[in-house]
């Protein structure tokens, strides 16, 4: 509900960014005249006055920061919900954007918002917000991080926070989620004993969802939802604990496959999926045993254009599973190829997904090397067509959208090129790339003139150079050291965008060709 206090509110930011700290005396006046005002809404518009001007003030705001919170504090134990909400919010705003001014303060302001965490849904919020923005702002200070002495309590309060009955309201649960992966993801080096055990929770709880009883959408939706929060815990937790996931993959793996097949809700898919991810990439060649039960719903993810974002986690993660299982995934590639084709040619799939499937063809390429020879042809061929599309479509300098997709188009062809022609160099079969240079140069040149290119296409230009250098040898350096092709490398050594991994790129090239 947008009433006057927020309008109000919200002007009074936008004030602040652009006038920054001329606005501060012409505020706290109002401020400290009722800051501590008996009535609540005095108390309440003090609160959000300051609240709103802390974007923009950089000098004087950091000593007012100091002085006030210890009302602030007094506040979150205020008779008045509104009051309690309000503060809570501008205790988050305070942590995110000025947590230096609050390092003496930062464990109080920790322990008030953990109890406020049992408060009604919109100042629990609030509260988990303020939890999230100090995880995240001392995540590189260790010394000053409140959480380092107060983790496990507050990863458990957050976990019953999540778990409470009226979690609907206030988007209570999805803040306490969002907290939770937050402070997970920043957890000391030393709690990693905590987070095997917070590990067994999570599966406890995506296991007690499959025998809830669904009588309603609302249930089904609930369900949908928390299963779904539940897979993103998992995907910090495998980042955290690193080889150290593999000890329970099975039963993750288990737990994931279970819920995939009884589902059809996209968000569901598109989370189980990037979960599977992050397990494929730890588990690495281990992933093949799960590949006989798994593989038909990576397939249904594959074909499901309808729901594009389900199609392109699905693409995203058949490249990790490539990259996991290197030639054990074979026998997976004929039908792996057969969709990734069908919907490059379906003219019904959101464009967006298009790229990152032509870069996967070089994924699966590295993965089974020189038996990538029976798909070649046909993979070219279709590569062939996007360069074609690329080269020839007219881009006009104020469409940035168009822009953007045609250099996101550029680097899955490119991305594909590279994993093609190393992969099958490393499977003896460098050969075969030779028929197919003429097409790889054209697009490379029409790199070489491309002024709205971006970083990452040039620096993929120039790996392929060198590529082609080192599959083909000494008969094709001539042709790559041509002016147009050296003056790709050169601009995009000296160009002012071009970043360290670009210029290292770059050097190797210039390197292989010359040498």
């Known amino acids: 509900e947008w009433t006057l206090p927020m309008a109000g509110s919200t002007c009074l930011g936008l004030v602040a960014q652009v006038v920054e700290d001329d606005i501060v005396p012409h505020v706290m006046g109002f ?257 093949i045993r799960y590949m006989n039960e798994f593989h038909t719903c990576l397939y249904e993810g594959l074909q499901n254009w309808q729901e594009y974002q389900v199609c392109s986690v699905a693409v995203g993660l058949v490249g990790d599973i490539s990259r996991a299982l290197s030639h054990q995934l074979l026998p997976y590639c004929d039908d792996i190829i057969t969709f990734l084709l069908k919907n490059l040619s379906n003219k019904h799939l959101d464009r967006s997904v298009k790229p990152p499937i032509l870069s996967c063809f070089g994924d699966i390429a590295l993965a089974i090397g020189g038996d990538f020879k029976k798909y070649l042809d046909i993979v070219m061929g279709m590569l062939k067509q996007a360069s074609i599309t690329v080269i020839t479509t007219p881009l006009d300098s104020d469409d940035y959208m168009l822009i953007e997709y045609m250099n996101l188009l550029r680097e899955g062809i490119l991305e594909a090129y590279t994993g093609i022609i190393q992969g099958l160099k490393d499977g003896d079969k460098g050969d075969l790339i030779g028929p197919h240079v003429n097409d790889i140069l054209q697009l490379i040149a029409h790199v070489a003139t491309d002024k709205t290119r971006t970083d990452d296409v040039a620096r993929a230009a120039s790996g392929i150079c060198g590529d082609l250098a080192l599959c083909i040898g000494d008969c094709i350096k001539p042709t790559l050291q041509q002016p147009l092709l050296r003056e790709l490398l050169m601009s995009t050594y000296h160009g002012a965008d071009s970043s360290a991994e670009t210029k290292k790129t770059v050097e190797w090239a210039l390197h292989v060709i010359e040498n």
């Open 31 to 287: 401020i400290e005249k009722n800051i501590s005002h008996q009535e609540w809404k005095n108390r309440e518009a003090a609160t959000l006055a300051f609240g709103s001007i802390l974007e923009g003030p950089t000098k004087v705001i950091g000593d007012l920061i100091t002085q006030v919170v210890p009302v602030f504090l007094k506040h979150m134990k205020d008779s008045k919900i509104a009051v309690r909400d309000t503060t809570a919010w501008t205790l988050g705003r305070i942590c995110k954007m000025h947590h230096l001014s609050v390092i003496t303060q930062a464990e109080n302001i920790l322990r008030v918002m953990a109890d406020a965490l049992a408060d009604k849904p919109r100042v629990a919020a609030n509260a988990a917000w303020t939890i999230h923005n100090i995880a995240y702002s001392f995540r590189d200070d260790p010394t000053n991080n409140p959480l380092s002495k107060y983790f496990k309590e507050v990863v458990t309060l957050l976990l019953t926070t999540s778990d409470r009955k009226d979690g609907d309201d206030e988007n209570l649960r999805q803040s306490a989620y969002e907290a939770l992966n937050v402070v997970l993801s920043t957890a000391p080096p030393d709690q990693e004993a905590a987070l095997e055990q917070i590990l067994n929770t999570i599966y406890d709880r995506l296991q007690q969802t499959f025998s809830w009883e669904i009588l309603s959408q609302d249930d089904q939706n609930k369900q949908n939802e928390i299963q779904g929060l539940l897979c993103g815990v998992l995907q910090i937790l495998i980042t955290k604990l690193n080889t150290k996931i593999v000890q329970t993959a099975d039963r993750m793996m288990a737990l994931l496959l279970q819920l995939l097949k009884s589902k059809n809700d996209s968000g569901v898919y598109e989370e189980c999926f990037l979960t599977i991810a992050g397990l494929a990439q730890i588990v690495d060649q281990g992933f």
